[in-house]
């Protein structure tokens, strides 16, 4: 069974930075796209940025040159870095990965707050 589990969020003034990272784990084949989606009450999940297992980078407008996705394929891990963070950068941000030959696997969600 696959696992994803993401690190701990937190709170963080307006342009302050924070780095999220999401292992994943149980699989013997290799995790294709990892990534992250983020989702405020009420509205629907949405893409923040994901990345392939040879580093390819998609990222949403939104976010295009504050956030970096990046991974370590030896430890199956995604990192986020999120610099020059906006109080609407608030919510919950998920992990995802991809297993080869498996559904996705999504991690528990982690608290990401901005304050003004």
């Known amino acids: 069974q696959v696992q994803v589990v993401e690190s701990v969020g937190g709170l963080v003034q307006a342009g302050g930075s924070l780095r999220l990272s999401c292992a994943a784990s149980?699989?013997?084949?290799?995790?294709?796209?990892m990534g992250w989606y983020r989702q405020a009450p009420g509205k629907q999940r949405e893409l923040v940025a994901d990345?392939?297992?040879?580093?390819?980078?998609n990222y949403a407008d939104s976010v295009k040159g504050r956030f970096t996705v990046s991974r370590d394929n030896a430890k199956n891990t995604v990192y986020l870095q999120m610099n020059s963070l906006k109080p609407e950068d608030t919510d919950v941000y998920y992990c995802y990965a991809d297993p080869r030959f498996m559904t996705r696997s999504w991690g528990q969600g982690t608290q990401v707050t901005v304050s003004s």
């Open positions: 990345i392939t297992s040879s580093g390819s980078t």
């Open positions: 149980g699989s013997i084949f290799r995790f294709n796209d």
